[in-house]
């Protein structure tokens, strides 16, 4: 998908929520454990109650992952059953040596048909740009994450700035905003306004809204662009807004909600 | 595997070679590709010729995921195959929040046997954690890595000295030489001497022997400590050693070849 389709799906939604599918085995409802692939079952019913209200899908591969190569399948026929409505983003954190990011991006890009991956820059530009040369797909990069361990380098003294300042510039440098996007967490809405000044053009894929404490009114405030320019996303709040036989409806509740705070801040 | 199981292995076999299970299929040889599942065929071939010379294995998930739901089967055969006689890591680049690296964790740790994954450091602690909290296991952190864009922020000023430096110095306060390794390039030789100045009881994978042009002399020399403290991968240049009928002939003569240049070091 490209950054016109994604800002027409924006206006015309008036949404810019991406439902994150972290789809816990353990954690689905106890009804769903009797179906032959239980993940997928709950996927699809996620999916078909919140479609409306949100513009992407985050697929968590960790969860996937943990149940083997069982998991994969699920993770290929969640994306698959996505389509190619909305912007798929697989949430993979990856990043390795040239050849082997390459294999990365085939895997999401060619073998499954995601619009993006998430890549860890600390291997630097030869391990993010395989995930560039993909027409219409897109790297989203590692920024400035949601949680306590971002202190720990992300907010170290680098270079002139903090690192993941660094970051920002080398790697704004190395794509465009057409293909390169980054990872801003929620929790950290008070550093959005110097972020935007590094990078005004580019989108930011924003986690930590929801079970991590983040404020949606204060990150959109702060981090929009006139494209709108941010994607928020919300999973735990959503996919597990309830445990029952009501846990879809209640899906659907939850990102309706999100949509119509969001559609008052997109309008504006 | 235990590091004391770990230093006993490589004494007895005089050999802390690692090899590198890359294994690309469209770099397989071509009488493979009639196997059910080519990929799979190379590696039992491939382990049952170097065996012998080996301590350790290491597959690249990234050729695996490559090939989808089915790759992520042979990756799994293939762990089980080695089984417990070797060493055996996942090159995964893996990090994430919390509750998604404890995802990662049990995805190689439980539902596959490995006995390491390499860990991205760049989300901080809470993101490598989960891989230090399951015994006998391992997470082998990127410290200096081999290619180019290590440049690009492991090499930068960050704190009181380089970025790498900082990651090892803060990453080796969260675990001990006893689940905690570090990455560490074959093209950094010069660099050993700092480092192990600055972690002198770990134990580094070394990759970037063989096809990115390292040497083995020169690591060994600069990067060994008491416990030999290094395993060396080579992934090319032993797999691709013959693209011809007598591949895993060639892969088992270039593993004895660098087995026997290890043991004229590991022995001093």
Redesign the interface.
């Known amino acids: 998908m490209t950054r016109k389709e994604l800002v027409e799906l924006i206006r015309q939604k008036e949404s810019y929520l991406c439902v994150g599918l ?1 789809s ?1 085995i353990t954690k689905i409802p106890v009804h769903l454990r009797q179906e032959p692939d239980p993940v997928l079952a709950f996927n699809k019913a996620i999916i078909d109650a919140t479609r409306e209200f949100c513009v992407s899908y985050k697929i ?1 591969t ?2 996937y ?9 699920t ?2 026929k969640t994306v698959r059953y996505i389509g190619q409505s909305h912007f798929t983003i697989a ?1 993979a ?6 050849n ?2 390459d ?2 991006a ?2 999401f890009f ?3 048909p995601f619009d993006a991956v998430t890549v ?9 740009k395989p995930f560039l040369q993909h027409a219409g797909k897109w790297a989203i990069v ?1 920024g400035l ?10 907010l ?4 002139e700035g903090l ?1 993941y300042e ?2 920002l510039k ?1 790697v704004s440098r190395w794509g465009t905003p057409e293909n390169t996007m980054f990872v801003i967490g929620a929790t950290q809405a008070d550093s959005f306004i110097n972020i935007r000044r590094l990078t005004p053009d580019h989108f930011y894929l924003v986690p930590g809204v929801g079970a991590q404490g983040g404020s949606l009114k204060d990150i959109s405030e702060k981090a929009m662009n006139a494209d709108c320019g941010i994607l928020v996303n919300v999973s735990r709040a959503i996919i597990f807004a309830s445990s029952g036989t009501d846990f879809a409806e209640k899906a659907r509740d939850a990102a309706h909600e999100y949509q119509a705070e969001m559609a008052a801040y997109v309008s504006r």
């Not at 170290?156 to 270079?159: F, P």
């Open positions: 972290d816990d968590n960790a969860f992952e943990a149940l083997g190569a069982r998991g994969w399948d993770l290929e949430d954190k990856r990043g390795d040596i040239g082997t990011s294999q990365y085939r895997a060619e073998t499954l860890a820059p600390y291997m630097g530009e030869d391990s993010v590692l994450t949601s949680n306590k361990g971002a202190a720990d380098f992300e170290k003294r680098a270079g690192l660094e970051v080398t």
